[in-house]
T-cell receptor, first 109, second 116 residues
Framework: KNEVEQSPQNLTAQEGEFITINCSYSVGISALHWLQQHPGGGIVSLFMLSSGKKKHGRLIATINIQEKHSSLHITASHPRDSAVYICAVLSGSARQLTFGSGTQLTVLP | EAGVTQFPSHSVIEKGQTVTLRCDPISGHDNLYWYRRVMGKEIKFLLHFVKESKQDESGMPNNRFLAERTGGTYSTLKVQPAELEDSGVYFC??????????????FGQGTRLTVV
């Protein structure tokens, strides 16, 4: 069973700051998802990656397979980025995702 | 193209009553997953359909939960009778065909269930 840990659990930043959220997992994976959930809202998939780095707008996701670690970066953060960010992994032959506990991000104006 | 849709968005029921949640996956997605997030905990897997068949139901908490996917299209998750600890947000996700392991999962808005 894969253990997925995220840090920090809570993060408050000022608008414009560079933000990093980390995710570590215990067992080798085939893919890792970064998800976003706004208050009262559904889950949106931001990235799915299995190696290297992906960029979409102000969001960057990286993964280091050897170290079993991924990071989500937000550049020039904005209050609308405030949400829960969740890391989820797909391990080996498993067809379902194992989720981290999420990081509550609050960006203050 | 419509995304994954779930109905209802919110449901408040009394302990002992029955509730049925519905999920319509993206058209053409063979894989359909149910997940649940209870207060303060991480999202947990409930079960996985491939078309109309249950591929993995190891996450179903007990026999008060019944999931179906008639004809391999939409899915329902029935809780009968509901208990207080069933309160949480139930998410549905779908992804493309079974043979491709790393297909992206698309999530619905979730159904917030409150049992009082």
């Amino acid at each position: 069973k894969n253990e997925v840990e995220q840090s920090p659990q809570n993060l408050t930043a000022q608008e414009g700051e560079f933000i990093t959220i980390n995710c570590s997992y215990s067992v080798g994976i085939s893919a890792l998802h970064w998800l976003q959930q706004h208050p009262g809202g559904g889950i949106v998939s931001l990235f799915m990656l299995s190696s290297g780095k992906k960029k979409h707008g102000r969001l960057i996701a990286t993964i280091n397979i050897q170290e079993k670690h991924s990071s989500l970066h937000i550049t020039a953060s904005h209050p609308r980025d405030s949400a829960v960010y969740i890391c989820a992994v797909l391990s080996g032959s498993a067809r379902q995702l194992t989720f981290g506990s999420g990081t509550q991000l609050t960006v203050l104006p | 193209e419509a995304g994954v849709t779930q109905f209802p968005s919110h449901s408040v029921i009394e302990k002992g009553q029955t509730v049925t949640l519905r999920c319509d996956p993206i058209s053409g997605h063979d894989n359909l997953y149910w997940y649940r997030r209870v207060m303060g905990k991480e999202i947990k897997f409930l079960l996985h359909f491939v078309k109309e068949s249950k591929q993995d139901e190891s996450g179903m908490p007990n026999n008060r939960f019944l999931a179906e996917r008639t004809g391999g299209t939409y899915s329902t998750l029935k809780v009968q009778p509901a208990e207080l600890e069933d309160s949480g947000v139930y998410f549905c996700a779908s992804s493309l065909s079974v043979g491709v392991l790393n297909t992206e999962a698309f999530f619905g808005q979730g159904t917030r269930l409150t049992v009082v």
